[in-house]
């Protein structure tokens, strides 16, 4: 009996043990959020465009006034986190200002910024108010000017906002709002843009309702379809306006230099380009596209060592009105004829994709909500020519092609385009989360192969040199030995570099031969051929080309009469 009771008590034990272990287990908690503190946020926005680094509202920090390490900038580890700024203890672009600064009557008082580095200088701190009125919210631009040399002035621009979604939830809303400055004494006249701005396409083709909106004023939001759009500002001699970034810029006619770093000895080259962003713009989003005077580019001094100093320009920034919705509904669908002497209706669930094509028109993008279609490709009278399964995941931006398959039949190829510009590249570890890159000026370039005459094909640049690899991918797969009708799904780009020139030329390889024999018969592409309307470059030369994506595709039945297209899959 004793023996029994020993065993009994050291059951017991392992009974609590376990319990309070188990305790312990369920207690533990892991927070993954930014800011843990309970905030209810007013309506009221701030938009930092001035580099401030530092806020305080009512006399209270907001921010942690830190001393940056070296002058001008912050060491990546330098932080001092609060509870406002709680990744870096630093103003970001944006900041919502809590409800716990909004006085009885809705007023914000006594808003004060200010930089402690001198690289970017700000005037002495001051005062500044606000409103708040969740029926008609603001945002409160801070931003930049220069009245005279040697001095600045800064300014807090009310901007009303609209934080209600597009009437069509596959739209996007979008504005212009200028706030741009005038050039002064200390401003290159060849890199200041000014007066009456336009938001144009890609192409240089302004969009209505954005034409030639005066300085300190903004157009009506306009809805347009979402989708992976490169907009450019055009002040109103059609020169663009630079995107916010950190370019070295001809002095003369304010393009970048040195896209990818420095070119000879002690000199830069120019590449006739001005940057704008190539973006998704999320369905349901709210956009406002502003332009302010901005501190972040350079200009080269004349020093034969390349030496550059900072200037001041007029810069585009894309701000989201809204947090930017998360796609989980809907896809973009378009589909292009590559099948010689047959105009091509293209029907999904027996509905018009768009109008009959002739020999190499594509459709423009329609957008789905996810799910199972059927796709068919029909001829003038009805008769089906090919159909299949078309399976839309949220996100998806679909190619169809129809072509002739080595029989002769009329068949159709799908290709998934990644509109995103992301990229995993160097070591990604388990899961890659701190090797993902993003390109916001992609030269990628998908190469496809439709002559039925030729079982593959490779593509190269000069003298059959192969393509620089899209970073974080292989260069091999998306160019060389490209099988009749089959795109590449793995490392499906190449990247074409945007200062320098160079062709597209095409080969009939083989398993083990590359790139094989030069099909001298069909016309190279020229770098100047991915350039969509010559006449936007109001510069000395054209540049090189143009950035997006796109898919070259070689055409036609007979080796004899194919040739090679460029279909570019952003607006």
């Known amino acids: 009996m004793q023996k029994m009771k020993t065993t009994y008590i050291v059951m017991g034990l392992l009974a609590v043990l376990t319990a309070t272990s188990c305790k312990k287990k369920l207690d533990f908690q892991y927070d993954n959020r930014v800011n843990t503190e309970p905030m209810p946020l007013s309506s009221t926005r701030i938009i930092n465009l001035a580099s401030a680094t530092q806020l305080s509202i009512n006399g209270k920090k907001l921010t942690s006034y830190m001393l940056p390490d070296i002058d001008g900038y912050y060491g990546p580890d330098q932080t001092r986190p609060t509870i406002y700024f709680p990744e870096t203890g630093r103003m970001g672009i944006t900041f919502t200002i809590p409800q716990e600064f909004v006085n009885a009557t809705g007023g914000i008082d006594s808003i004060r910024f200010s930089s402690l580095g001198n690289k ?10 606000a409103k708040d009125n969740f029926n008609d919210p603001h945002d409160y631009y801070y931003i930049r000017l220069r009245p005279n040399i040697g001095t600045y002035q800064d300014s807090l621009v009310a901007v009303s906002r609209s934080v209600s979604p597009p009437s069509n939830p596959t739209n996007i809303k979008i504005r212009l ?55 450019k500002v055009l002040e109103a001699s059609g020169k663009e306006v630079q995107g916010n970034s950190s370019f070295v810029l001809n002095i003369a006619t304010g393009t970048a230099m040195d896209y990818y770093g420095d070119i000879g000895v002690g000199g830069r080259k120019d590449t006739w380009l001005t940057y704008a962003p190539v973006k998704t713009f999320q369905p349901g989003g709210v956009y406002t596209i502003v332009v302010s005077m901005n501190y972040d580019c350079s200009i080269p001094t004349g020093n034969p060592n390349g030496e550059t100093v900072n200037t001041e320009g007029n810069t585009f920034r894309i701000i989201s009105d809204i947090s930017e919705p998360v796609n989980v509904i809907y896809s973009r669908v378009q589909a292009v004829n590559v099948t010689q002497g047959t105009d091509v209706q293209w ?32 001829d003038k009278s009805g008769a089906t020519l090919a159909q299949q399964e078309l399976r839309l995941q949220p996100g998806d931006n679909i190619t169809a092609w129809l072509y002739p398959a080595k029989d002769g039949k009329a068949t159709i190829a799908l290709s998934s385009n990644n509109m995103s510009g992301k990229f995993f590249n160097g070591n990604a570890g388990e899961e890659g989360s701190y090797s993902m890159y993003k390109d916001n000026t992609p030269t990628w370039t998908r190469f496809m192969n439709f002559c039925s005459e030729l079982d593959e094909v ?38 074409l570099m945007l200062n320098m020139p160079g062709k597209v030329l095409v080969y009939a390889s083989r398993p083990g031969i590359t790139p094989g024999d030069w099909l001298s018969q069909i016309t190279p592409l020229k770098s100047t ?19 997006g994506y796109y898919t070259v595709a070689l055409v036609g039945k007979k080796v ?12």
């Open 560 to 571: 004899g009469e194919a040739r090679m297209i460029i279909i570019k899959h952003n607006k």
């Open 120 to 129: 970017i200088g700000l005037p002495d701190s001051r005062k500044f108010s």
């Open 458 to 495: 490779t593509f190269t640049t000069d003298d059959g040199q192969p393509f620089l690899a899209t970073p974080g991918s292989v260069a091999v797969n998306a160019s060389q030995h490209i099988q009749l009708g089959k795109p590449v799904t793995q490392d499906p780009n190449v990247q």
């Open 177 to 231: 709002l200028n706030l741009s400055s005038e050039p002064n004494g200390l401003s290159q006249p060849g890199v200041f843009r000014k007066g009456p701005m336009s938001l144009a396409w890609a192409n240089g083709t302004t969009i209505s309702g954005m034409e030639n909106i005066a300085p300190g004023s903004a157009s009506a939001y306009i809805e347009m379809p979402y989708g992976t759009y490169q907009l």
């Open 529 to 547: 051929d991915f350039i969509a309307n010559p006449s936007l470059y109001k510069t000395p030369q054209l540049p090189n080309r143009e950035p």
């Open 347 to 378: 029907l999904v669930n027996d509905k018009p994709l768009g109008n009959a094509l002739s020999f190499t028109q594509q459709t423009d993008y329609k957008t789905f909500v996810t799910g199972v279609y059927t796709l068919k490709a029909t």
